[in-house]
């Protein structure tokens, strides 16, 4: 047995400690020592690189780019990736679907698919026509790689002299690449997106794959897409067979293929494709000698029907439609739709003529409106000023943030919550997490109740409401009301901070307009194949809408929004004869202009802004949008049974403080509206008439009646045949 006590072996167990200790303390500083001599051997040898003075600053300045550059290009590559997903898709595949679409009358407005040829290989189209196409288009199309800087500058130099836009930058790489995986809207990151998806085209196709494919996929108008369908839809023949006229003016659709389209505007079709051909020469892929003829012998388009169609609409349904028809045994189908043409032409007009009047004044350029019928019924979308420039469909596609339009959600979870119209709420100042929000005029009004901050448009009640109920119960009813867009919870989303999209809000507010029930939106009512059977049909397939929001908070809305357009923000929407309800609303810095309204018959929601985002000149949505919705709604209203606001009992007043001036009437008497009718105003033809008739009762020769009987005042009396004397009436003037 071993003795722990033994002084020999203790001491020779802490030796060797001593020794490993001693070992490790060695090998740490060596291994320190050794680092330090190569820092100083690198050190010195680096010294050999220095620079001083003004290489110096330009070495500091190159690394400082270089950083930045790096920087950005992470930045950049970030951006583009959720873009690069979209290349895992089976992107090359074309939908097979061949669909005639039918309006609600049962007439045909329009087709998609069975329009797209893309049977013809790029060696057959003819050469003029390659060349017509490159020369206008993209010039440098063989030489780049995806982006074209040189083309780029040569645009930038052609439109500063022109003072306005008269070439593009985009190649047509980057054209494909926005047709195949992007939309048309105009921001900062898609245009980033598209450039790095230029550069994977060009790395993953060959330059006769991509442009046959922009050849085969770009929009030509007519509802045809696709050069070849493009050759059948004008001049009713093969693309190989067109003529250097007929390419030309094909070629010359790219640009604006609504404006430039043959069988709506020839005169400015054939002008456009004498530009091409002069591009042509320009570009010396042809002589002027060559091309004289064409411009001497302009091509001309086969007859067809003039009257545009409603591609806005038509891309939505078509939408639809794919996702409906994912089951049936055939993909060509007759799809009868909601749209209602005059309706649609009332919607397109009332957008247009206020942007060609105060477009430039107001600073806006774009505009969109969706149209929805009590019952759900889609009866017009208007997704852009024109089409043929971009196919984006700012109604149903574009989020916008709605600024106060956003407010009736949030009232009617304060309605559901046990407020009440009269229920007062500090108009005060209020900052949450650091953010204080400010009333449009910058003063506050003390205690106000919920009608009066509605009407006015006051920004801190609906944000304390919102505190006080919590915002995610807000979110929940705006949810179920048709908002499908996410929803921030965040402070400022009482005042209309998250993007919608105009549909949504449209479907949102329909619920007002069907009594707290569900919109039912829907554009397709009936689906069939080529021999009338039908595969779909909306009354029998689809679910019935639900009840979502409470009669008392349905008929407290409606009160509260039928006084915007009487003495609040939507004066302007105000429409003669007919009870009307709606929101205005306006974003920071002017950026985005709203009016959604309704009736007892329709709701519209329509939207004014640019789509690069810039401010207006201090448009809001009182102005142009109201002024737009009532040129519509006046319209739309005409020569049909006026359905009555649910739960709307008592007439608009003109404003709360002038009620105790409004003479009260008692039933039944002559000047008391009679009860289911409502006053219409005159039109100008009546008023000729009545005037006319009154001019000639003036005129007209007293008649002397038998009998009359002289008063003490010079006045008449008549005595009936028994004697009896009555006071003749006498008419004032």
């Known amino acids: 047995m071993s003795d722990p006590f033994n002084p020999q072996k203790k001491s020779k167990g802490w030796s060797k400690l001593m020794e490993v200790d001693s070992w490790i303390d060695s090998s740490i500083y060596n291994m320190f020592a050794s680092a330090g001599d190569r820092w100083e051997i690198i050190t010195v040898f680096f010294r050999r690189f220095r620079v001083y003075g003004f290489k110096k600053f330009m070495v500091e300045l190159a690394c400082e780019g270089l950083t930045i550059g790096l920087a950005g290009f992470v930045l950049l590559l970030a951006l583009a990736l959720p873009a690069f997903e979209e290349t895992e898709k089976d992107w090359r595949s074309q939908d097979d679907f061949s669909v005639v679409f039918l ?149 010359g659709l790219y640009k604006a293929p609504t404006k430039y389209a043959p069988h709506i505007n020839l005169p400015a079709a054939r002008a456009r494709a004498n530009d091409v051909l002069t591009n042509m020469v320009q570009a010396e892929f042809m002589t002027e000698g060559q091309v004289i003829s064409a411009r001497r012998n302009p091509a001309t388009a086969v007859e067809r029907d003039s009257k545009e169609t409603p591609d806005y609409f038509l891309d939505w349904a078509y939408g639809e439609v794919k996702k409906m028809a994912v089951g049936f045994p055939t993909r060509s189908l007759i799809v009868r739709t909601t749209i209602d043409p005059g309706l649609q032409r009332a919607a397109d007009d009332a957008i247009e003529s206020h942007l060609r009047l105060f477009g430039e004044v107001k600073g806006v350029s774009q505009a969109s409106m969706v149209v929805i019928e009590n019952g759900g019924a889609v009866r017009a979308i208007v997704g852009g000023r024109d089409y043929g420039a971009s196919q984006f469909n700012r109604a149903t596609t574009a989020r916008r943030q709605p600024g106060s339009s956003f407010k009736p959600f949030v009232y009617t979870t304060a309605m559901e919550n046990g407020f009440t119209p009269t229920s007062i709420v500090p108009d005060a100042p209020i900052t949450i997490r650091g953010w204080s929000p400010r009333n449009y005029n910058g003063r506050y009004s003390g205690r106000i109740n919920l009608t009066r901050a509605l009407v006015k448009s006051v920004n801190v009640v609906p944000v304390r409401l919102g505190a006080m109920m919590g915002r995610k119960i807000i979110v929940e009813t705006a949810h179920k009301m048709g908002i499908d867009s996410p929803l921030l919870p965040n402070p400022s989303m009482p005042l209309g901070s998250n993007d919608v999209t105009v549909m949504e809000m449209a479907t949102g507010y329909g619920v007002f307009m069907s009594a707290g029930f569900q919109t039912g939106k829907h554009g397709i009512v009936q689906i069939t194949d080529s021999t009338g059977n039908i595969l779909y049909d909306y009354i029998k397939d689809a679910p019935r809408p639900k009840k979502i929001i409470s009669d008392k908070a349905i008929a407290d809305l409606n009160l509260m929004l039928s006084q915007v357009p009487v003495w609040g923000t939507g004066r302007r929407s105000a429409l003669d004869g007919i009870v009307s309800a709606g929101k205005t609303g306006t974003t920071s810095a002017y950026k985005d202009a709203w009016f959604v309204g309704y009736t007892g018959n329709y709701v519209a929601a329509i939207w004014y802004g640019n789509d690069n985002f810039l401010p207006t000149r201090r448009l809001t949505g009182g102005n142009l949008p109201a002024m737009t919705w009532k040129k519509f709604m006046t319209y739309a209203h005409q020569n049909i049974e006026i359905r009555p606001i649910p739960f709307l009992k008592e007439p608009r007043i003109a404003s709360k403080r002038k009620r105790s001036n409004v003479r009260k009437l008692a039933p039944g008497s002559a000047e008391a509206p009679i009860s289911g009718f409502r006053q219409r105003p005159l039109s100008n033809a009546t008023r000729k008439v009545l005037q006319n008739i009154e001019e000639s009762l003036r005129s007209a020769k007293k008649l002397q009646i038998p009998g009359d009987v002289a008063n003490v005042d010079g006045s008449k009396n008549i005595q009936t045949a028994s004697g009896e004397i009555l006071p003749k009436p006498v008419t004032s003037q």
């Not at 040829?117 to 017509?132: C, G, Q, R, T, Y």
């Open 103 to 251: 309006d609600r009358f049962g007439n045909e407005v329009g087709r998609r698919g069975i329009l797209h040829n893309d049977a013809e290989p790029i060696d057959s189209l003819p050469d003029h026509f390659i060349k017509a196409v490159l020369a206008t288009e993209d010039r440098r199309f063989f030489e780049h790689f995806g982006i074209d800087p040189l083309g780029l500058a040569r645009a930038m130099i052609e439109n500063a002299k022109a003072k306005s836009v008269v070439q593009g930058g985009s190649t047509i790489t980057q054209q494909l690449a926005k047709n195949l995986f992007l939309t048309n809207e105009r921001t900062l990151e898609r245009k980033i997106k598209e450039a790095f998806l230029s550069i994977w085209l060009e790395f993953n196709l060959s330059k006769k794959e991509i442009l046959k494919l922009y050849l085969d996929r770009a929009y030509m108008g007519g509802g045809a897409f696709g050069a070849a369908a493009a050759s059948e839809f004008y001049f009713s023949k093969n693309i190989k067979d067109v003529s250097l006229a007929e390419a030309a003016m094909l070629a």
